[in-house]
């Protein structure tokens, strides 16, 4: 099956003052077709630029770039056949809504009646039916949002670029227009790739992920793999939070340099056959659990999420705990992250 | 912008009040005087205050030959001063609004320039230069004259509207399909369009009421200014004059009032 | 979206202004360099070259030979003299106008708001784009022998003040329009918003937070204008002076409609251009004022007008 969008040895490279900054270091992707794809990590890794190569705002320095199999490494955007959600939605404020929705067809040359009709078939989509004459400064973010998506799907692009959509919506808006752009996109199956630095949404959302650092992709994988088998230890540190033992410490716990145990996987317990213990030294309620941190003297402190239908009380802080886990919960974390970090 | 000020003013002192209303009272009566005098009936029309009061000096001034010819020399020249404005200014505004590279502070201090340096030496540099080229007097001597200074004009209200529009717009559109001749035409100029009316407005204004360098670039022809300098030194019918520079404010009084209602919401602090 | 089809030329141009870093920025840029290079920049050493140059008393053609007669002719006394004039002429306006100016840009910064705020710009604004001569115009009948400010002065019984003033060496004259007070009177009327302006924008600049600090530390309003307000506005003040320092060297026509026979430095530049047909002398002539502003500049420069900015 061939990719719908594929990068191959890409990096983006430019000077700042003296100094040299790759933006994007030899990254390599294979986007499926109908793949919901996330670009994950925190600011300044690559992600955006990445996308904006995509969608041809960037330029590569090195490698290619191809879009279901044709090159378009240094094509202009107009002449991709991706279309992009933008960040702050770009809406045209001197045209109606209709008209910014028909936009992509005006261009290409369709007679108004046609296209007029196709964008209001758009706007009923996105649930926006009585906004058409209506213009971009009237609306409220998450309203503009979804004309932004009706006037990037218009056009029935193969793949579409979002750019953290989202990030300027509050968090309910936020939640439900998660919900709705993921079940937008199983309807239409279209490939969709999506920005985001927030990992909740990366995990809600995904089919498959890909985690930045510093220019270099770290690892590609599903949500589920993404989360209990990290590839490194910042795609650990990153994605949930984590206990990421290494040295000495961790070969004794487990017998191998490098490991991660996720805070949820940690029981207390007895005493006996107890993995390790320590002091209570801050316990922090999160609804659903307690997340407790626990100083030990052989090695650095661990979390543990303790759920609160347990029906257990929990530990104050000072107490003595004996912490619990099965050989399973623990992973071996294989490769070094970019730019390793001492 | 975030208020610098507090939010509500406080008090000022009466001294204050009285010294800011004597200020602006200073720039706004001699104006108003000029008006009154136009309606005045008495010859020397600059006694005060005016015997009597009559719009026959309005009639009379229809008639003149002199100033109708005037009006139209301004006119045309400040039209196409201003439509090389709009143009040069604009493309200087595309290339520096928004970019960075060497030689850039430069490039704007040499638009500045023509405004910056004292007419006398704007107007005799070009003089000179057409005598060394032996370019004799004419309608473009003029033109190019005013076309040169009105650009920064232009360019400082391009470059204010640029810096507002959101580089995301463009991106847009060329994502949605439009090559770059189409955002031109349907994202860019729609949204610069007020900008560049409001400073092809402005240098309209600024060419129509220039003398200083016009003098030196007119040679024997006679625009409106230049009329009405031969009238400050050699008055032939003070009335007539008082009733052409009354026309003056109207016509100047709207092209910048509009400019400014055009472009009210690019100024940043001034306003808030 | 074909990729394939043989693109028009402005399919190409488009594709190459947009892909190319660079190009765009190229083909915006050339039309104002090449009209700003050739006709201002060229204009300017044009002006240069013919400083030098000189007119041949007996054939009144221009002598293309290099050579510093005119700046000679420039160090005699009379010229000098002007040069003076013109100088102490703009420096009364500038103190002037910061004067008249200060309070005005002052209460528009720091006490009025909203409409009064707008409103009060546009006062100031309005002259300012005016146009010039009609506000000279004004300014000729004002100060007429029979015109408005002898009246209220009669009115108000203060002729003996005018009378006095006009008496006085160097600055009175024959009546108000032909003496050196009623010139510096119109300078100052004309440049004024010039002045305004940029010591508003200087003034609203400085954070509110910064005059509380300094009255909670103990200061007065006194001490806190003296040492606060006026520092920190003093680019505004630098940036306006300026204007009004420039524009009084430069200008020609306000003396000759409003004063007495004394020469200005720009009138010398008119008169020798035109009546005179010396060109070359007056291009050197109007190298004055330049030199003069670059003098004040420096000299503001070190003084520190600009620090704040």
Redesign the interface.
């Given at each position: 099956m061939a990719s719908a969008v594929s990068l191959h040895h890409v990096s983006c490279v430019f000077e700042s003052g003296a100094q040299v900054v790759r933006a994007v270091d030899d990254v390599s992707l294979d986007i499926r077709p109908g793949e919901f794809f996330t670009l994950l990590g925190p600011s300044g890794s690559g992600k955006t630029t990445c996308l904006r190569m995509i969608g041809g705002f960037a330029l590569p320095t090195e490698g290619s770039i191809a879009i279901h199999g044709e090159d378009v490494s240094h094509k202009p955007p107009y002449l991709r056949p991706v279309n992009t959600v933008f960040q702050d939605y770009a809406l045209f404020p001197h045209m109606t809504v209709l008209e910014n929705v028909a936009y992509s067809l005006m261009i290409r040359g369709v007679d108004r009646a046609q296209r007029e009709k196709r964008a209001r078939e758009l706007l009923e989509v996105v649930r926006l039916p009585d906004a058409a004459q209506r213009k971009p400064g009237q609306l409220s973010g998450g309203q503009r949002q979804r004309v932004a998506l009706a006037r990037a799907l218009i056009s029935e692009p193969k793949v579409l670029l979002l750019d953290e959509p989202l990030g300027a919506l509050d968090l309910k808006l936020r939640e439900q227009m998660q919900t709705e752009l993921k079940a937008l996109q199983r309807k239409l199956g279209i490939t969709f790739i999506f920005v985001t630095h927030d990992q909740h949404e990366a995990l809600s959302m995904s089919d498959r992920i890909g985690v930045f650092n510093r220019g270099r992709l770290e690892q590609v994988a599903s949500p589920v793999d993404l989360y209990n088998r990290p590839a490194t230890r910042f795609v650990a540190d990153f994605v949930g939070a984590a206990n990421v033992l290494d040295g000495e410490d961790a070969r004794r716990l487990a017998g191998h340099p490098s490991i991660m145990i996720r805070p949820e996987l940690i029981r207390l317990g007895g005493p006996e056959a107890a993995r390790t213990h320590g002091l209570v030294e801050d316990v922090q309620y999160f609804g659903a659990f307690w997340r407790l941190r626990v100083r030990r003297n052989e090695g650095s402190a661990l979390l543990a999420d303790i759920p609160t239908t347990d029906g257990n009380s929990v530990p104050a802080a000072g107490s003595a705990v004996h912490l619990h886990w099965d050989p399973a919960a623990v992973h071996c974390i294989a490769a070094a992250s970019a730019g390793a970090r001492p | 912008m975030p208020s610098?000020?507090?939010a509500?003013?406080?008090?000022?002192s009466p001294w204050?009040?009285l010294?800011?209303l004597w200020?602006?009272l200073?720039?706004?009566v001699?104006?108003a005087?000029?008006i009154l005098?136009a309606f005045s009936s008495e010859d020397?029309?600059?006694?005060?205050?005016p015997p009597g009061l009559t719009t026959a000096w309005f009639a009379v001034a229809w008639e003149r030959h002199d100033v109708w010819e005037a009006i139209k020399l301004s006119g045309q020249v400040a039209l196409v001063a201003t439509a090389i404005a709009i143009?040069?200014?604009t493309?200087?505004a595309?290339?520096?609004a928004r970019?960075k590279?060497f030689g850039r502070e430069a490039?704007s201090l040499?638009?500045i320039?023509?405004i910056?340096?004292?007419?006398?030496?704007?107007g005799?540099?070009?003089?000179?230069?057409f005598?060394?080229l032996e370019i004799p007097f004419s309608f473009w001597t003029i033109v190019?004259g005013h076309?040169?200074f009105c650009?920064v004009v232009v360019y400082n209200n391009a470059v204010a509207r640029l810096r507002r529009i959101?580089p995301?717009?463009l991106?847009?559109?060329?994502?949605?399909?439009?090559?770059?001749?189409?955002t031109f035409r349907?994202?860019l100029l729609?949204?610069l369009g007020s900008a560049l009316l409001a400073g092809g407005l402005?240098a309209f204004?600024?060419s129509f009421?220039e003398?200083?360098v016009t003098?030196?670039t007119a040679g024997q022809q006679t625009t409106l200014?230049i009329w009405?300098?031969q009238?400050?030194?050699r008055p032939r019918q003070r009335p007539v004059?008082n009733v052409v520079?009354v026309f003056?404010?109207a016509l100047?009084?709207i092209p910048?009032?509009a400019a400014?209602w055009l472009t009210r919401s690019d100024e940043d602090?001034?306003?808030r | 979206m074909s990729a394939t089809a043989a693109a028009t030329p402005s399919e190409r141009t488009s594709a190459a202004l947009t892909t190319r870093k660079g190009l765009l920025l190229t083909a915006l840029l050339v039309p104002p360099l090449l009209w700003f290079g050739v006709v201002y920049v060229g204009s300017l050493l044009s002006l240069l070259a013919n400083s030098f140059f000189s007119l041949d008393d007996f054939t009144g053609q221009v002598v293309r030979e290099l050579s510093l007669y005119n700046f000679r002719e420039i160090l005699t006394p009379t010229y000098l003299d002007v040069i003076l004039r013109t100088t102490l002429m703009a420096a009364a306006v500038t103190v002037a106008c910061a004067l008249i100016g200060f309070p005005v840009a002052y209460y528009m910064a720091r006490h009025a708001r909203g409409a009064q705020k707008a409103l009060l710009y546009i006062a100031v604004m309005l002259p300012l784009w005016s146009s010039y001569l009609v506000r000279l115009y004004a300014w000729k009948l004002l100060l007429a022998k029979e015109g408005a400010i002898v009246w209220a002065l009669q009115a108000l019984h203060l002729e003996w003040l005018l009378e006095a003033l006009l008496a006085t060496p160097v600055i009175g004259g024959n009546s108000l329009s032909f003496s050196p007070l009623g010139t510096f009177v119109v300078f100052v009327y004309m440049w004024l918003p010039f002045m305004i302006l940029p010591i508003q924008a200087a003034i609203e600049r400085i954070p509110g937070a910064y005059l509380e600090a300094s009255a909670d530390l103990g200061a007065s309003p006194a001490q806190t204008f003296g040492n606060v307000v006026l520092p920190l506005a003093m680019p505004g003040i630098a940036a306006g002076s300026i204007f009004t320092f420039s524009l009084t060297l430069g200008d020609y026509i306000i003396p000759q409609v409003i004063g007495n026979s004394s020469q200005y430095i720009g009138q010398v530049v008119y008169r020798q251009q035109g009546v005179a047909g010396n060109l070359p002398f007056a291009a050197a002539f109007s190298l004055v004022p330049i030199l003069v502003i670059a003098l004040y500049l420096w000299m503001a420069k070190r003084k520190g007008a600009f620090d704040a900015v």
């Open positions: - | 610098k000020m507090t509500s003013a406080p008090a000022a204050l009040k010294a800011t200020g602006v200073f720039l706004h001699p104006l005087l000029i005098y020397k029309s600059y006694v005060f205050p143009v040069l200014g493309l200087a595309g290339g520096l970019t590279f490039i040499m638009l320039l023509p910056a340096l004292p007419g006398v030496v704007s005799i540099a070009l003089r000179s230069a005598h060394t190019i076309a040169t650009v959101s995301s717009l991106e847009a559109s060329m994502d949605l399909g439009a090559n770059a001749f189409q349907y994202v729609p949204q402005l204004a600024l009421d003398v200083i003098t030196f200014p009405m300098l009238e400050l030194i004059t520079a003056i404010i100047t009084f910048i009032v400014y602090s001034h306003q | -």
